[in-house]
Structures are given as C-alpha cells and as structure tokens.
C-alpha cells in the first residue's frame, strides 16, 4: 500500500517569514495530493491540492509543488501570520479510489510575533 | 446545511464495553469515512462507504464495525472495547468521482480505561 512520510515534525518560524513542508509518497500510480489544516481542538480542513498533471499550484499565500520522478510534493506559506499556526497533513491516494487518503503524521508549525 | 454530524464528542469506555459513534451527513454525499488520529500519527483510515449497502474496510479496520443503510448515516461500532482504541476519531464524507475534498465532522474523543 501507499506510505507518506512527512517532515519536519515540528516547525517555528517568525511571523512574515516563509514555511516549507515536504513529503514522499511510495506508490508511482498516486495520482491525488491534499494538504488539510487543523487547527487545535478542530476538524481538518481541505487548504489545497493538487493533481498528478500539474507542477505547482497557488491560492493566495500557499502553493503546492509535486516532482512526480522524485515522488515527492511540498507546502509553502509565505508571508506567515500567527493564525497559520495549526498542524497540517499532507495525503496521497489515486483518483478513482473512493478517495482512500494515505496521511503524513503531520506538521505542527508555529509563527511566532 | 449542517455538513457533518458526529455524536458523541466525548465517551469514556470501561475494557469490554461496546458503544457506537453517530455519524450523519446532510450534503447527499456519496462516500463516507471513518478515520482515528492517535497523537503523532496522522490519521487511519477505518471503514469507508461508496454508497448505501456498500461498505468495505480501510487500514484498520479490526475492533469496529459500520453499517450504511442511507445515504445520510454511517454509523461506526466499537465491540469489545481495548485500551488501544483509545483515540480521536473523525467521520468524514465527500461527493465521490472526480470532487474528492473531504469533509470532516468535529470528532469524538474516545478514551478506553
């Protein structure tokens, strides 16, 4: 089956500065990546994703990039603010699969004034 | 609409017990998941439903039970509750087909002592 690693575990950056978090899949046919964001104490939340067709992807401050030959996709936030302090999950699965998502262990990111 | 609906948000369970976890969703969506979020280790995929009658099991599924007799209700049955049970667990529902974003309840903490 699929495995998704995901680092780092923890993150602290400075409120302005920008984020990055990577992750690896193991299977070449995944073709589906979502990052989801939960805040303390909440549900996870849908942020971006991506398809295997496509290099990178923006939505304002985020942006997701996917290197298919390497397996491997990466979160960035710029400008980072303090309510971007959550933990985010990275996923992987193949479309047509009932959307069976394979997640990361998480990264808990931490902007700090 | 309501989106996702889980009940209880909070059960403490005796060794032996058994319980299940209220799960509704009001956006006629097609699929429906359970997963479990044990600290550091992302989330799991249970059971998930394509449709009513149609169940099948996700990663780990051994411990629990699901039914899905509507469209609207996926219940999740804990039988014979374990300390290793003990954990977060979200239901979760999506369209299906090419609309693969998920959509979480606001979960249920479970502890089995």
């Known amino acids: 089956g699929e495995n998704v690693e995901q680092h780092p575990s923890t993150l602290s950056v400075q409120e302005g500065d920008s984020a990055v978090i990577k992750c690896t899949y193991s299977?070449?046919?995944?073709?589906?990546f979502p990052w989801y964001k939960q805040e303390l104490g909440k549900r996870p939340q849908l942020i971006i994703d991506?398809?295997?067709?496509?290099g990178e992807k923006k939505d304002q401050r985020i942006a997701v990039t996917l290197n298919k030959t390497a397996k491997h996709f990466s979160l960035h936030i710029t400008e980072t603010q303090p309510e971007d302090s959550a933990v985010y999950f990275c996923?992987?699965?193949?479309?047509?699969?009932?959307?069976?998502?394979?997640f990361g262990t998480g990264t808990r990111l931490q902007v700090t004034l | 609409n309501a989106g996702v609906t889980q009940t209880p948000k909070f059960r403490i369970l005796k060794i032996g017990q058994s319980m299940t976890l209220q799960c509704t969703q009001d956006?006629?969506?097609?699929?429906m998941y359970w997963y479990r979020q044990d600290p550091g280790m992302g989330l799991k995929l249970i059971y998930y439903?394509?449709?009513?009658?149609?169940?099948d099991k996700g990663e780990v599924p051994n411990g629990y039970n699901v039914s899905r007799s509507t469209t609207e209700d996926f219940p999740l049955r804990l039988e014979l509750a374990a300390p290793s049970q003990t954990s977060v667990y979200f239901c979760?529902?999506?369209?299906?087909?090419?609309?693969?974003?998920?959509?979480f309840g606001s979960g249920t903490q479970l502890s089995v002592l």
């Open positions: 439903s394509v449709g009513a009658g149609i169940t």
């Open positions: 979760a529902s999506s369209y299906g087909g090419s609309d693969e974003k998920l959509f």
């Open positions: 996923a992987a699965s193949r479309t047509g699969t009932a959307s069976k998502l394979t």
């Open positions: 991506i398809r295997s067709n496509v």
């Open positions: 956006m006629n969506h097609n699929y």
């Open positions: 299977d070449s046919a995944s073709n589906y």
